[in-house]
C-alpha cells in the first residue's frame, strides 16, 4: 500500500483541484484509491463535515473518519503535543489502509494564522510513511521564484534528492506552451534535470473551472430571489458594476456576466432582459439597495424571466456589494460536482498515469514510525486484554500509569501494596483511580503462594519458612502469581534494580524453549521510524552463542510489534575490511550460527553502525548486504556497547526509548529503569500484554 502526501509550496496553488485529479487518474489505472484530510482547513463561511473529503466521498466513493478540527489542532500543537495529534491520525489512516491500494494525503495549506502548516506537514510524511509530493502553480511568479519555492518547501522533507520527495505537480501554467515552460522550468530547478524530482504534470490553466455559480453567490450573499430561474445551472464568469448610461452598459452584456445594478436602475433591467431574451445567457441580475423594480417592469422583461434569467436583491448598496462578492470562496462547492468533475478530469489529463502508476506498483520496505508504533501497541494491548502485575504497587508514578492504563483498556492493572496507603499516595498525587483497578495487599495474598513456590524451588531445598520469608518481597510475590497463571504479565523496576526484577523470574518463570538465557531489546523511537536495540539491559559479555541467541531473541520481538527484522550484527569492523581480533571474531561467529539457525532471517555482520544504518555508507562498504544501511535490528557485542550506545543516541538525538523489554521468557517479565517517566510504565504495560497475547 502507497501513500502520498500532496504538500502545497504555498497559498493557492489549487491543492484541492490536484487531489481530485490525482485520485482520478490513479482510480483509472485501476487502482483502490483513497483520499484522507486528516485536518479541516474550512473557510469561516462553511460550516458541517470536511468539504473536500464530501466532494471526494461523492465523486468517487471514498470514505475518511471525521477530518480533525482546526481548533482541537492548534490546541494540541499550542500545548506541545504534536506526538499525541499524530497518533490520532495514524488511527484515521490504520482506518483506512485495508481498503485501498493508494491513500492520497492532503496537506495542509499555509496562511497567516496557521503557522505551524510546514511542521504539520514534515510531521504527516514521517508519520504515514508517505511518499511527497509538492504541489506548486505558476500564478505570476518567475521561473526562479516557482523554483525557490519548491526547494525550500522540499527541505522540510529531506530535501529534493531524498527518497520520499518524489515528485511535483505546476498547476495554473499560463504561459503558451506547456512543453516550452517544463523545459525552461528544468533549466531553473536542478533537481529536475538530474532527475531527483520528477515533473509529474504542468496544468494548464482554465479559469472557466474556477466559475462559481450564480446560486454560489446568492447564497453567500443570503440575497432574496426574486426570479429563480436557472440560478443553479448558469456561471458567473465576470462580474459588471453597473454605473453608466444604457449605450455604453449594452456591449458589456455578454454570456456568464453577472449585472450588478441598483433595484431602481429600470433601464438597465430592461436592458439586460432584452439582450437574455435576444439569445445572450447572462449569469444573472442582482439588484441592491434594497430596491425591487416596479411589477410593470418586470412584467415586460417577463419573457427573460420565463427563459432562466436569475433575478436576485440585496439591502447592501452597489459599492459594499461589490466587495462582499470579491470575499466568495473559490474552492469548489460540496453541491458543485459538475465543477468538481470537470476541475478532476482536466487535471488528471495532464498528469503523467504511467510514471503514477509505475510507482504505485513500486514494492516499499514500509517504515513504522514512532506515532503508528505507539499507536499499534496501544491498540493490540486492548485487543488483547491481559491483567498485568505492577509489585511497586505504593510507587507514584506506578499508580499514575496504572490508572491510565485501566482507563484507556490497555490493561487491567494489578497493583501491589497496602490498599490504604495506595490509595493516600494517589490522592496526594491527585490520581482517581478507576473503578476496575485491582489492589491486592501482599499480607492477604502470600500464603497462597508459599506451597507452590517450594514445589517450584524443591530441587535448590527451599523451605515453607524461607519461601514465605522471600514471598514478603512484592517482586517475588508477584513472579509467583505470574508462574501460577494468575496474572498474564509483570512490570517492575521503578524502585527496583534490573537484578532485582530479573532474578526471580529466572528461578521460578525460566527461560522460554529453545532459549537458554535472558536478553533484552529497547525500541528507538526516531523521528522516522522505530529502531531495535538489543542487548543494552542484562547480559555483560555473552559468548558467540549467546549472541547468536539474542539476535534470535530480538528479531522475534521485532516481527511481534510489526517491524520487519533486518539484522546488523554491530562491531567496530565492517565485513573482513577492517579491524580482527577476538571481539570481531566473535560477532563473525554469531553471525554464522544466528544465520544457520534462522536462513529465512537477514542477518550480517559484524557491521559498524554507520555501515548498517546509513545507505550511502552501507552501499560503500557492504555492497552486496541485504541489511547494510537498512538495518531495523541492532544487535550489540556486548552491554557496555549497548548501553552507552542506547544512552548517547537517547540523549543526545532526543529520542524516546521503550523499555528494556525482556525476552527469552516463558512468560513475560518486563523491566523499568529506576528514572522511568509515566509515559514508559504505561507503553511497558502495553508491550507486556501484547507479549501475554502472543503466548496464547
Known amino acids: 500500500m502507497h501513500t502520498f502526501l500532496l504538500a502545497p509550496t504555498g497559498f493557492g496553488v489549487g491543492l484541492t483541484s ?16 483513497g483520499f484522507l484530510k486528516p485536518i ?13 473529503s464530501q466532494l471526494m466521498a461523492s465523486l468517487y ?19 506541545g503535543l504534536i506526538d499525541e495529534l499524530m497518533e490520532e491520525i495514524v488511527s484515521m489512516h490504520q482506518e483506512m489502509a485495508e481498503h485501498y491500494d493508494v491513500i492520497i494525503v492532503e496537506g495542509m495549506t499555509p496562511s497567516r494564522q496557521a503557522q505551524y502548516v510546514e511542521r504539520i506537514n514534515a510531521s504527516l510524511a514521517r508519520t504515514l510513511d508517505a511518499e511527497v509530493i509538492l504541489v506548486s502553480a505558476q500564478q505570476s511568479e518567475d521561473l526562479d521564484e516557482i523554483s525557490d519555492r519548491i526547494e525550500a518547501q522540499a527541505q522540510l522533507f529531506g530535501g529534493t534528492s531524498a527518497p520520499k520527495v518524489l515528485g511535483v505537480v505546476i498547476n495554473k501554467v499560463t504561459s503558451p506552451s506547456l512543453n516550452g515552460f517544463a523545459e525552461k522550468l528544468k533549466g531553473h530547478l536542478p533537481a529536475l534535470r538530474k532527475g531527483d524530482l520528477h515533473l509529474i504534470g504542468c496544468i494548464n490553466a482554465r479559469e472557466e473551472l474556477n466559475a462559481p455559480r450564480t446560486a454560489d453567490y446568492s447564497g453567500f450573499l443570503k440575497a432574496d430571489i426574486l426570479n429563480k430561474g436557472e440560478i443553479d445551472d448558469r456561471r458567473v464568469q465576470k462580474v459588471i458594476l453597473c454605473s453608466r448610461t444604457v449605450a455604453n452598459i449594452v456591449p458589456l452584456l455578454q454570456d456568464n456576466v453577472l449585472v450588478v445594478v441598483p433595484g431602481d436602475r429600470d433601464d438597465v433591467i430592461l436592458a439586460a432582459s ?10 444573472g441580475l442582482l439588484l441592491t439597495g434594497g430596491y425591487v423594480p416596479n411589477a410593470s ?34 474552492a469548489i462547492p460540496v453541491t458543485d460536482l459538475e465543477r468538481a468533475r470537470n476541475t478532476s478530469t482536466h487535471i488528471a489529463s495532464y498528469l503523467d ?3 503514477l502508476t509505475a510507482r504505485c506498483a513500486t514494492d516499499r520496505v514500509p517504515l513504522l514510525s514512532p506515532p503508528a508504533f505507539r499507536y499499534q501497541l496501544v491498540k493490540r494491548a486492548q485487543a488483547a486484554n491481559k491483567r498485568i502485575v505492577l509489585p511497586e504497587g505504593n510507587e507514584p508514578r506506578t499508580i499514575r500509569a496504572a490508572a491510565i492504563c485501566q482507563e484507556r483498556g490497555i490493561a487491567n492493572c494489578v497493583l501491589l501494596g497496602n490498599p490504604e496507603e495506595i490509595r493516600s499516595v494517589a490522592r496526594q498525587q491527585g490520581v482517581n483511580l478507576p473503578a476496575g483497578i485491582e489492589i491486592l495487599d501482599p499480607e492477604e495474598i502470600k500464603q497462597k503462594y508459599v506451597a507452590p513456590m517450594v514445589e517450584l524451588r524443591k530441587s535448590r531445598g527451599l523451605t515453607e519458612e524461607q519461601a514465605a520469608e522471600q514471598l514478603s518481597d512484592t517482586v517475588v510475590l508477584a513472579t509467583m502469581m505470574l508462574a501460577e497463571d494468575d496474572v498474564d504479565g509483570l512490570v517492575s523496576g521503578a524502585v527496583h534494580t534490573t537484578a532485582d526484577t530479573i532474578r526471580p523470574a529466572l528461578q521460578l518463570i525460566k527461560t522460554a524453549p529453545g532459549y537458554s538465557l535472558v536478553s533484552s531489546v529497547f525500541f528507538m523511537l526516531l523521528p522516522d521510524q522505530v529502531l531495535v536495540y538489543g542487548d543494552c539491559a542484562v547480559n555483560p559479555n555473552p559468548t558467540a552463542e549467546q549472541l547468536a541467541e539474542i539476535a534470535l531473541q530480538s528479531a522475534e520481538s521485532a516481527q511481534a510489534f510489526g517491524i520487519e527484522p533486518r539484522m ?34 537477514a542477518i550480517d555482520g559484524p557491521l559498524q553502525y554507520d555501515a548498517a544504518s546509513v545507505e550511502s555508507i552501507g552501499r560503500s562498504k557492504a555492497p552486496n548486504s541485504k541489511v547494510a544501511g537498512r538495518a531495523t535490528v541492532f544487535v550489540f557485542p556486548d552491554l557496555n556497547t549497548g548501553n552507552t550506545t542506547y544512552k548517547a543516541v537517547q540523549r543526545s538525538a532526543n529520542v524516546v526509548s521503550v523499555g528494556p523489554m525482556l525476552q527469552g521468557l516463558r512468560k513475560p517479565v518486563n523491566d523499568l529503569s529506576r528514572g522511568a517517566l509515566v509515559e514508559d510504565i504505561v507503553f511497558t504495560v502495553a508491550l507486556t500484554a ?3 497475547a502472543a503466548l496464547d
Open 353 to 355: 498515469q504511467v510514471w
Open 274 to 283: 432584452l439582450a437574455e431574451m435576444n439569445g445572450i445567457r447572462l449569469a
Open 61 to 79: 466513493d471514498t470514505r475518511q473518519p471525521a477530518s480533525l478540527g482546526l481548533s482541537h489542532v492548534e490546541r494540541m500543537v499550542g500545548n
Open 18 to 33: 490536484v487531489s481530485l485529479g490525482m485520485v482520478q487518474v490513479l482510480k483509472n489505472a485501476g487502482l483502490r484509491v
Open 40 to 52: 479541516a482547513q474550512p473557510h469561516p463561511s462553511e460550516s458541517g463535515a470536511e468539504r473536500v
Open 568 to 601: 546488523a550484527m554491530i562491531s567496530f569492523s565492517t565485513g573482513s575490511s577492517g579491524g580482527s581480533g577476538a571481539e570481531v571474531e566473535k560477532v563473525i561467529e554469531a553471525t554464522r550460527i544466528a544465520q544457520e539457525r534462522a536462513p529465512q532471517l
Open 690 to 692: 501484547i507479549q501475554a
Open 297 to 330: 417592469i418586470l412584467d415586460m422583461g417577463k419573457g427573460a424571466l420565463q427563459g432562466g434569467l436569475p433575478v436576485m436583491s440585496v439591502a447592501t448598496g452597489s459599492y459594499d456589494t461589490a466587495y462582499q462578492l470579491t470575499r466568495l470562496p473559490r
